[in-house]
């Protein structure tokens, strides 16, 4: 798997795991303290999420770090 395949998955991860709280884009980024764009940017696989930024998210979705990289 390459980076960009890799990218793609992990925020495929957290479309589902967001979606399943019934969130929006808005909703999660406001939860995280970050912009809808860079939610969006990371689940689109545009950018690569830095581990804290993962581990944010993982706290707000209830999840461990582990659970939201199992793809």
């Known amino acids: 798997m390459d980076k960009q395949e890799l990218q793609k998955k992990v925020g495929q991860r ?14 999660l980024a406001r939860a995280c303290n970050k912009d809808r764009q860079s939610i969006e940017r990371m689940e689109n696989g545009k950018v690569s999420p830095s581990l804290y930024s993962l581990y944010e998210i993982s706290l707000v979705l209830e999840k461990s770090v582990s659970e939201l990289l199992m793809i």
């Open 14 to 27: 957290i479309v589902q795991l967001r979606a399943e709280k019934g969130w929006s884009q808005a909703d």
